[in-house]
């Protein structure tokens, strides 16, 4: 039986690293606080006291984290997975971060013989919980081939975007195109509520309409509801739209809506909302219009 390996159990990672439980697969697991990875040993799981010791160990390493500085400690700090990496292993990071970290990190994995994926996910927890989510894929086909039934147990999308960091990139456009979206449904709110729409009434509108969106039918009840709880928090989603607008200026590509959803998202880290759901968003919309948007009961 192959060998899997999972490092991160996060928001995204703890769902994910289960469902390959329940998939029947051979896991081990590793992750900077033990209660998570306490929880998986008693599910089944065994557990690796560092990243090259769980390298060390399997044939196929997942990994799932906050950001590029924690992908490069877990693979390139001291007891790093990288040292670890032995000929024919395939890696497969799935953190959202710069394609560039990916190209970096995938060529010290194939200098000792290993193979590397980027395959960024896209579907929020209850798509990591229900194994729903959408996996961009970066790398060889052929190694992409060989993990499939391992994604398959996570995602059921799964998608070959091209060479080594083609996932990545794929991911942050959709996050800066989400983030946009997003800011256009708190605004679109905000507006038809302070003008004397009944909160309710105008979601079911704009759901039948023109303005619908995922963004809409994702946030709208959860505005409604004010329900701000994580899920998806504004600290990571600020992360995903700076990486995004950063590579489009490497690239010479204009996204002014890009930048300026940026620092809408940073002013809401400044006032302390960086912990909490995206849909905190609204509510300094919601201060500087001087209204709240609240649904009836049943919303």
């Not at 994926?117 to 060889?140: C, E, F, H, K, N």
């Amino acid at each position: 039986m192959t060998r899997v390996g999972f490092i991160g159990l996060g928001l995204m990672g703890m769902p994910m690293a289960r469902n390959l439980l329940k998939a029947g697969v051979d896991l081990t697991v590793h992750n900077r606080s033990r209660p998570k990875v306490e929880q998986l040993v008693a599910e089944g799981a065994r557990a690796a006291t560092s990243p090259a010791g769980i390298a060390r160990e399997v044939d196929v390493l997942f990994s799932c984290l906050p950001g590029p500085s924690d992908v490069r400690a877990v693979f390139l700090g001291t007891d790093g997975a990288v040292g670890a990496i032995r000929a024919g292993q395939i890696v497969c990071e799935m953190s959202t971060i710069d394609p560039g970290t990916h190209r970096e990190i995938g060529a010290l994995v194939a200098e000792r013989g290993g193979r590397y994926l980027d395959g960024p996910v896209s579907g929020g927890t209850s798509g990591a919980r229900d194994a729903t989510l959408s996996i961009m894929v970066g790398g060889d086909a052929a190694d992409l081939a060989t993990i499939r039934p391992l994604l398959d147990a996570m995602g059921n999308n799964i998608y070959h975007l091209g060479p080594i960091g083609a996932g990545a990139t794929t991911k942050l456009v959709n996050q800066m195109m989400g983030a946009i979206c997003g800011l256009s449904v708190i605004e679109g709110l905000t507006l038809g509520v302070k003008a004397g729409i009944d909160p309710d009434l105008l979601f079911s509108v704009l759901s039948t309409s023109s303005g619908a969106s995922r963004a809409l039918a994702g946030n709208g009840p959860n505005v409604l509801r004010r329900n701000f709880e994580p899920g998806f928090t504004i600290d990571l989603q600020h992360k995903d739209v700076s990486l995004a607008v950063q590579m489009a200026r490497e690239l010479g590509v204009p996204v002014a809506a890009g930048a300026l959803a940026e620092q809408v998202i940073q002013a809401a880290r400044g006032l302390g909302l960086g912990d909490r759901a995206t849909f905190a968003l609204v509510q300094p919309q919601e201060r500087a219009a001087g209204v709240e948007i609240r649904g009836g009961a049943s919303s």
